[in-house]
Protein backbone atom coordinates (compact mmCIF):
# COMPACT_ATOMS: atom_id res chain seq x y z
CA UNK A 1 0.00 0.00 0.00
CA UNK A 2 1.28 3.52 -1.11
CA UNK A 3 1.57 6.46 1.54
CA UNK A 4 2.54 10.13 0.86
CA UNK A 5 3.70 12.23 3.13
CA UNK A 6 4.32 15.96 3.62
CA UNK A 7 6.39 18.17 4.92
CA UNK A 8 6.43 20.73 7.80
CA UNK A 9 8.02 23.87 8.08
CA UNK A 10 11.70 24.43 7.74
CA UNK A 11 12.30 21.99 4.70
CA UNK A 12 12.18 25.30 2.54
CA UNK A 13 15.18 26.48 -0.02
CA UNK A 14 15.48 29.06 -2.59
CA UNK A 15 14.17 28.07 -6.11
CA UNK A 16 11.42 25.56 -4.92
CA UNK A 17 8.91 25.38 -7.24
CA UNK A 18 10.53 27.01 -10.12
CA UNK A 19 10.97 23.96 -12.33
CA UNK A 20 6.46 23.27 -11.42
CA UNK A 21 5.36 26.86 -12.21
CA UNK A 22 7.96 27.00 -15.76
CA UNK A 23 7.34 23.24 -17.21
CA UNK A 24 3.32 22.49 -15.84
CA UNK A 25 0.30 24.94 -17.05
CA UNK A 26 -1.53 23.68 -13.89
CA UNK A 27 1.23 24.20 -11.36
CA UNK A 28 1.51 28.26 -13.16
CA UNK A 29 -1.93 28.77 -13.13
CA UNK A 30 -1.90 27.56 -9.04
CA UNK A 31 1.01 29.38 -7.91
CA UNK A 32 -0.61 32.54 -9.79
CA UNK A 33 -3.83 31.81 -8.20
CA UNK A 34 -1.87 31.53 -4.72
CA UNK A 35 -0.15 35.04 -5.15
CA UNK A 36 -3.79 36.89 -5.32
CA UNK A 37 -5.44 34.94 -2.09
CA UNK A 38 -2.46 36.21 -0.36
CA UNK A 39 -1.88 39.78 -1.55
CA UNK A 40 1.36 39.46 -2.61
CA UNK A 41 3.93 37.50 -5.06
CA UNK A 42 5.12 34.52 -3.01
CA UNK A 43 6.46 32.86 -5.74
CA UNK A 44 9.19 35.61 -6.48
CA UNK A 45 10.40 34.84 -2.95
CA UNK A 46 9.68 31.01 -3.22
CA UNK A 47 11.77 31.26 -6.58
CA UNK A 48 14.51 33.60 -6.20
CA UNK A 49 14.53 35.34 -3.11
CA UNK A 50 16.80 35.03 -0.26
CA UNK A 51 17.05 32.81 2.64
CA UNK A 52 16.22 35.77 4.86
CA UNK A 53 13.08 36.11 3.18
CA UNK A 54 11.80 32.25 2.94
CA UNK A 55 12.84 31.93 6.66
CA UNK A 56 9.18 34.59 7.70
CA UNK A 57 6.79 32.35 9.43
CA UNK A 58 4.12 34.57 6.81
CA UNK A 59 6.21 33.08 3.89
CA UNK A 60 8.00 29.80 5.02
CA UNK A 61 4.43 28.04 5.80
CA UNK A 62 2.56 28.89 2.31
CA UNK A 63 5.49 27.95 0.37
CA UNK A 64 6.20 24.88 1.96
CA UNK A 65 2.47 24.05 1.87
CA UNK A 66 1.91 25.35 -2.10
CA UNK A 67 5.51 23.36 -3.17
CA UNK A 68 3.88 20.31 -1.74
CA UNK A 69 -0.24 20.37 -2.65
CA UNK A 70 1.19 21.67 -6.17
CA UNK A 71 3.79 18.85 -6.50
CA UNK A 72 0.37 16.35 -5.22
CA UNK A 73 -1.34 17.97 -7.84
CA UNK A 74 1.30 17.59 -10.96
CA UNK A 75 1.29 13.89 -10.07
CA UNK A 76 -2.35 13.67 -11.74
CA UNK A 77 -2.98 9.94 -11.46
CA UNK A 78 -0.24 8.77 -10.27
CA UNK A 79 -1.27 10.37 -7.25
CA UNK A 80 -3.38 7.43 -5.83
CA UNK A 81 -2.83 7.35 -1.86
CA UNK A 82 -3.94 4.63 -0.03
CA UNK A 83 -3.39 6.84 3.55
CA UNK A 84 -1.75 10.19 3.49
CA UNK A 85 0.17 12.48 6.83
CA UNK A 86 2.08 15.55 7.28
CA UNK A 87 4.34 16.88 9.77
CA UNK A 88 3.06 19.90 11.82
CA UNK A 89 2.36 22.42 9.07
CA UNK A 90 2.25 19.33 6.64
CA UNK A 91 -1.11 17.67 7.39
CA UNK A 92 -2.57 20.84 5.88
CA UNK A 93 -0.79 19.71 2.60
CA UNK A 94 -1.97 16.27 2.86
CA UNK A 95 -5.87 17.09 4.09
CA UNK A 96 -5.62 19.56 0.78
CA UNK A 97 -4.38 16.62 -1.58
CA UNK A 98 -6.48 14.63 -0.48
CA UNK A 99 -9.66 16.16 -0.84
CA UNK A 100 -10.31 16.75 2.60
CA UNK A 101 -10.75 20.97 1.81
CA UNK A 102 -10.03 22.52 -1.51
CA UNK A 103 -6.89 24.57 -2.13
CA UNK A 104 -8.23 27.97 -1.83
CA UNK A 105 -9.58 27.24 2.04
CA UNK A 106 -6.33 25.13 2.56
CA UNK A 107 -4.17 28.49 1.67
CA UNK A 108 -5.90 30.87 3.58
CA UNK A 109 -5.69 28.56 6.74
CA UNK A 110 -2.36 28.14 6.48
CA UNK A 111 -1.89 31.89 5.23
CA UNK A 112 -3.79 32.49 8.68
CA UNK A 113 -1.79 30.18 10.70
CA UNK A 114 1.69 31.68 9.45
CA UNK A 115 0.48 34.67 10.83
CA UNK A 116 -1.32 33.62 14.45
CA UNK A 117 1.96 31.64 15.06
CA UNK A 118 3.98 35.04 14.98
CA UNK A 119 1.73 36.82 17.13
CA UNK A 120 2.10 34.38 19.59
CA UNK A 121 5.73 34.24 19.37
CA UNK A 122 5.84 37.78 20.02
CA UNK A 123 3.25 37.51 22.65
CA UNK A 124 5.43 35.24 24.76
CA UNK A 125 9.55 34.17 23.44
CA UNK A 126 9.61 30.64 23.34
CA UNK A 127 11.86 28.09 21.91
CA UNK A 128 12.36 24.89 21.73
CA UNK A 129 15.31 22.23 21.41
CA UNK A 130 16.62 18.72 19.54
CA UNK A 131 16.61 15.79 22.77
CA UNK A 132 19.18 12.74 20.91
CA UNK A 133 19.33 9.55 21.97
CA UNK A 134 16.94 9.01 25.10
CA UNK A 135 14.02 7.39 25.20
CA UNK A 136 10.71 9.17 25.15
CA UNK A 137 9.61 8.19 28.38
CA UNK A 138 12.71 10.09 29.94
CA UNK A 139 12.02 13.20 28.05
CA UNK A 140 8.48 13.46 29.48
CA UNK A 141 9.44 12.84 32.71
CA UNK A 142 11.96 15.37 32.82
CA UNK A 143 9.98 18.08 31.01
CA UNK A 144 7.03 16.98 33.39
CA UNK A 145 9.19 17.49 36.82
CA UNK A 146 10.03 21.63 35.27
CA UNK A 147 7.77 24.23 36.66
CA UNK A 148 8.79 26.39 34.25
CA UNK A 149 6.26 25.60 29.98
CA UNK A 150 8.09 22.67 28.59
CA UNK A 151 6.26 19.88 27.09
CA UNK A 152 7.49 16.74 24.35
CA UNK A 153 6.64 18.83 21.39
CA UNK A 154 7.72 16.28 17.97
CA UNK A 155 8.31 12.69 18.02
CA UNK A 156 10.07 12.58 15.19
CA UNK A 157 11.26 9.04 15.35
CA UNK A 158 13.03 6.72 18.37
CA UNK A 159 15.98 8.91 19.73
CA UNK A 160 14.75 12.18 18.23
CA UNK A 161 12.53 13.96 20.32
CA UNK A 162 12.08 18.04 20.17
CA UNK A 163 11.22 19.88 23.05
CA UNK A 164 8.74 23.03 23.51
CA UNK A 165 8.40 25.81 25.61
CA UNK A 166 9.58 28.75 27.66
CA UNK A 167 12.94 29.78 27.34
CA UNK A 168 13.97 29.07 30.86
CA UNK A 169 12.15 25.83 30.60
CA UNK A 170 13.88 24.86 27.66
CA UNK A 171 17.35 25.53 28.37
CA UNK A 172 16.59 23.75 32.29
CA UNK A 173 15.37 20.79 30.31
CA UNK A 174 18.45 20.37 28.44
CA UNK A 175 20.64 20.74 31.36
CA UNK A 176 19.20 18.18 33.25
CA UNK A 177 18.69 15.70 29.76
CA UNK A 178 22.54 16.35 29.49
CA UNK A 179 22.93 15.15 32.56
CA UNK A 180 20.89 11.65 31.91
CA UNK A 181 22.72 11.07 29.03
CA UNK A 182 22.01 13.23 25.91
CA UNK A 183 23.96 12.85 23.06
CA UNK A 184 22.63 16.25 22.43
CA UNK A 185 20.41 18.83 23.85
CA UNK A 186 20.38 21.23 20.94
CA UNK A 187 18.51 24.81 21.13
CA UNK A 188 16.98 24.70 17.31
CA UNK A 189 16.95 28.16 15.74
CA UNK A 190 13.25 28.86 15.68
CA UNK A 191 10.92 31.54 16.38
CA UNK A 192 8.66 30.40 19.23
CA UNK A 193 7.42 27.66 21.44
CA UNK A 194 5.54 25.33 18.24
CA UNK A 195 3.18 22.56 19.54
CA UNK A 196 3.32 23.88 23.22
CA UNK A 197 0.60 25.47 25.31
CA UNK A 198 2.55 28.79 24.86
CA UNK A 199 1.04 28.82 21.32
CA UNK A 200 -2.82 29.04 23.08
CA UNK A 201 -3.35 32.24 21.21
CA UNK A 202 -2.64 31.09 18.10
CA UNK A 203 -4.95 27.86 18.33
CA UNK A 204 -8.04 30.35 19.92
CA UNK A 205 -7.31 32.69 16.62
CA UNK A 206 -7.14 29.73 14.27
CA UNK A 207 -10.23 27.78 15.74
CA UNK A 208 -12.71 30.36 14.45
CA UNK A 209 -11.22 30.04 11.08
CA UNK A 210 -10.89 26.14 11.26
CA UNK A 211 -14.38 26.19 12.72
CA UNK A 212 -15.51 28.04 9.29
CA UNK A 213 -13.87 26.12 6.83
CA UNK A 214 -15.85 23.06 4.83
CA UNK A 215 -14.29 20.20 5.35
CA UNK A 216 -15.26 17.02 3.11
CA UNK A 217 -14.51 13.60 3.43
CA UNK A 218 -10.82 12.37 1.87
CA UNK A 219 -9.96 9.72 -0.77
CA UNK A 220 -8.11 7.93 1.72
CA UNK A 221 -7.48 8.09 5.37
CA UNK A 222 -5.31 10.93 6.58
CA UNK A 223 -2.77 10.02 10.05
CA UNK A 224 -3.49 12.94 12.09
CA UNK A 225 -0.88 15.18 14.15
CA UNK A 226 -2.81 14.81 17.37
CA UNK A 227 -3.36 10.95 17.67
CA UNK A 228 -1.26 9.45 14.88
CA UNK A 229 -5.39 7.75 14.37
CA UNK A 230 -6.46 7.50 10.60
CA UNK A 231 -9.46 9.68 10.25
CA UNK A 232 -12.13 10.07 7.22
CA UNK A 233 -14.75 11.66 9.18
CA UNK A 234 -14.74 15.15 8.24
CA UNK A 235 -16.19 16.18 11.83
CA UNK A 236 -13.22 14.37 13.75
CA UNK A 237 -10.48 16.02 11.28
CA UNK A 238 -11.74 19.36 11.69
CA UNK A 239 -11.66 18.95 15.69
CA UNK A 240 -8.20 17.48 15.49
CA UNK A 241 -6.99 20.39 13.33
CA UNK A 242 -7.86 22.74 15.87
CA UNK A 243 -5.99 20.85 18.75
CA UNK A 244 -2.88 20.96 16.62
CA UNK A 245 -1.38 23.70 17.56
CA UNK A 246 -0.68 23.33 20.58
CA UNK A 247 -0.82 19.47 20.66
CA UNK A 248 2.47 17.45 20.36
CA UNK A 249 3.32 15.78 16.41
CA UNK A 250 3.31 12.02 17.11
CA UNK A 251 5.00 11.22 13.77
CA UNK A 252 6.74 8.55 15.27
CA UNK A 253 3.62 6.49 16.33
CA UNK A 254 2.40 7.82 12.58
CA UNK A 255 4.45 5.63 10.25
CA UNK A 256 4.45 3.21 13.05
CA UNK A 257 0.38 2.91 12.60
CA UNK A 258 0.68 3.07 8.88
CA UNK A 259 3.21 0.39 8.47
CA UNK A 260 0.74 -1.77 10.93
CA UNK A 261 -2.57 -1.08 8.60
CA UNK A 262 -0.29 -1.89 5.35
CA UNK A 263 2.08 0.34 3.92
CA UNK A 264 5.14 -0.52 2.27
CA UNK A 265 5.72 2.23 0.50
CA UNK A 266 6.27 5.83 1.23
CA UNK A 267 6.67 9.45 -0.68
CA UNK A 268 7.72 12.74 0.19
CA UNK A 269 5.87 15.34 -1.55
CA UNK A 270 7.73 18.50 -1.06
CA UNK A 271 10.58 19.91 -0.44
CA UNK A 272 13.39 18.22 1.01
CA UNK A 273 13.82 14.61 2.02
CA UNK A 274 13.44 15.35 5.79
CA UNK A 275 10.66 12.63 6.42
CA UNK A 276 12.43 10.77 4.03
CA UNK A 277 14.98 10.00 6.40
CA UNK A 278 12.62 9.91 9.46
CA UNK A 279 10.93 7.30 8.15
CA UNK A 280 13.96 5.29 7.19
CA UNK A 281 14.82 5.50 11.13
CA UNK A 282 10.61 4.56 12.27
CA UNK A 283 10.35 1.52 9.84
CA UNK A 284 13.42 -0.02 8.00
CA UNK A 285 11.45 -2.47 5.97
CA UNK A 286 9.60 0.23 3.95
CA UNK A 287 10.59 1.40 0.62
CA UNK A 288 11.05 5.42 1.08
CA UNK A 289 11.05 7.67 -2.12
Sequence with gaps: MKAFVFPGQGAQFVGMGKDLYENSPLAKDLFEKANEILGFR?????FAGTDEDLRQTK??????????VITAKCLGAEFKPDMVAGHS???FSALVAAGAMN??????????????MQAACEKVPGTMAAIIALPDAVVEEVCASIPEVVVAANYNC???????????????????????????????PVGGAFHSPLMEPARVEL???????????????????????????????????????????????????MVADGAT????????????GLVSKIAKEVEVG
Design 103 to 116: FEDGLKLVSKRALA
Design 42 to 46: ITDLM
Design 207 to 257: EAAIAATTFNKPVCPVYQNVDAKPQTDPVAIQKNLIAQLTSPVRWTQIVQN
Design 265 to 276: SFRELGPGKVLQ
Design 89 to 91: LGE
Design 158 to 188: PGQLVISGSIEGVDKACEILKEKGAKRALRL
Design 59 to 68: VTQPAVFLHS
